[in-house]
């Protein structure tokens, strides 16, 4: 059994390409439709009822190009709006963010006190404190609000001072509190992974739940049978024949990046230079779409 | 002649409430009636389309509430699409934030050397640079984006050296380019004035657009006979009468403040936090309109 459907990964603006990176790292075969709702970008401080609104037109759109799953990239609407997205998507699986890294942290944390960092809105919705308490109730969770964590790497301020300072001043009192991982639960923060490590210091693991999130997606996909079908010539292209180290993955080289497609509700100006610090590649292209247009039809 | 009718001011989010501020202060008696699209917030990252659009959609919302004056107190949209809204709105006087401080900027420049921050979008318009030379063409003009001042401003970093850094970051090419004037072009950043003034010295003089736009409104509506009604009891209530000094200004003393309406497109959590920072003052209530129902019907 295959499936040779795109799969569908939404966030509110272009933070999921980290998302999307560790989809092509682990199943390079895979095409994915992206949608980053640039237009409306962030959704980090809005309220729960608009972003179950937003977050809803945004998987619409994927659904409507006949997506094979429907992965929310974006951490503010998997921590407020999962639920409401799952009642109102039947046609295919939905994977938020938010389960895979929680299970993550749940399963790693020996001091049983875990931290976890994300937008204002993620952090408020307790969405990680739950799930991390559904699988380990035992385990203190502290989660802190970075908002200025998504405008610095916009600005490409990765190595600075300015980011260092910031680190310190949202993570100093997390670290006191004793946690021993620390859950990046936003799709920008992987790339500051190296300066918050520095920061926080080697005692603290970081989740990524951009990997995590992946790696579920796999699981998933090999279960229902519903990847994308194999070469023809077995071995010239799979992954396992030309094993690679983390270092050298690159997007471009993976089969399914050059048929995936990247649509945005706006083409901002510096996207390129964002989707580049966030993908470590250049997108092949974009494509404009409407994502307010199904206003009228909502429940 | 009189006009009892409100201004209104539009921004895309809270930033605008210190122009609204400003009319307070110089016209007590005007009622205002404010939108703030912070269901779409920011703006200065989007494209020149996104933001006309966004823009008339706004404007849209108040001509529609018989507004007697339209303020674009937003940097970006006036520097993008003035002339768009001008083109579009027969209806009423259209005033935005550029033209106010460039005027203020171009007259007060002995340098012959102005600096302008804003948005990205902002300065990549150069509608400062226009306008400032279009009265004094032997002016040169630098500008600069500072996308991390508003989000410093939201999360009420004022007084911290991260806002140090950053300013410092920012603004150092600026001074050591001997400007003598800095235009401040978006309306969050007049609450980071002080921290700007001690970074880059006295000898720069910073020209705050929210208070020149305030000015040109109070101007113009003179001039129209546009002015709310004079009090019944002259004398009691009339600002000549009472005068304060700058720093016993309170937004809430106006008679307009509690007449006026403070409409969002979306009731952020942290509404109440950054209205009190950007007005000085609490909102007396804030009620909730739908921004995008629009779209249909636009050119």
Chains 1, 2 share one sequence.
Request: net charge negative.
């Amino acid at each position: 059994m295959s499936d040779s459907r795109p799969i569908g990964v939404f966030d509110s603006g272009l933070g999921g390409l980290t998302v999307a990176k560790e989809i092509f790292r682990l199943m390079p075969r895979e095409r994915i439709i992206y949608l980053g709702d640039t237009a409306r970008v962030p959704y980090g401080g809005k309220s729960e009822e608009t972003i179950r609104r937003f977050g809803l037109q945004d998987a619409r759109v994927l659904l409507d190009l006949n997506v094979k799953m429907l992965i929310v990239a974006c951490n503010t609407v998997s921590s407020v709006a999962i639920d409401y997205l799952e009642r109102n998507i039947k046609e295919v699986p939905v994977i938020g963010v938010v389960l895979p890294g929680a299970r993550a942290a749940a399963t790693r944390s020996a001091a049983k006190r875990v931290g976890v960092i994300g937008t204002a809105a993620t952090v408020r919705s307790g969405a990680y404190a739950k799930a991390i308490n559904s699988i380990a109730p035992d385990i203190k969770v502290y989660a802190k609000p970075c908002p200025l964590f998504v405008p610095l790497v916009e600005e490409g301020l990765i190595d600075n001072d300015i980011t260092r300072l910031t680190v310190q001043h949202y993570l100093y009192e997390m670290v006191d509190l004793g946690i021993d991982c620390l859950i990046l639960g936003c799709t920008h923060y992987p790339i500051l992974m190296e300066v918050i490590q520095s920061t926080v210091g080697n005692r603290i693991q970081l989740v990524d739940s951009a990997l995590w999130t992946a790696k579920e997606a796999h699981h998933i996909m090999k279960a229902l049978g519903a990847e994308y079908p194999a070469p023809i010539t077995p071995g010239l292209t799979d992954p396992k024949e030309q094993p690679k180290k983390a270092g050298q993955f690159s997007v471009e080289a993976s089969e399914g990046f050059a048929a995936s497609r990247f649509l945005v509700s706006d083409v901002t100006p510096n996207f390129e230079s964002v989707a580049e610090t966030l993908l470590g590649a250049g997108l092949p292209s974009i494509e404009k779409v409407s994502v307010e247009e199904l206003e009228e039809k909502e429940p």
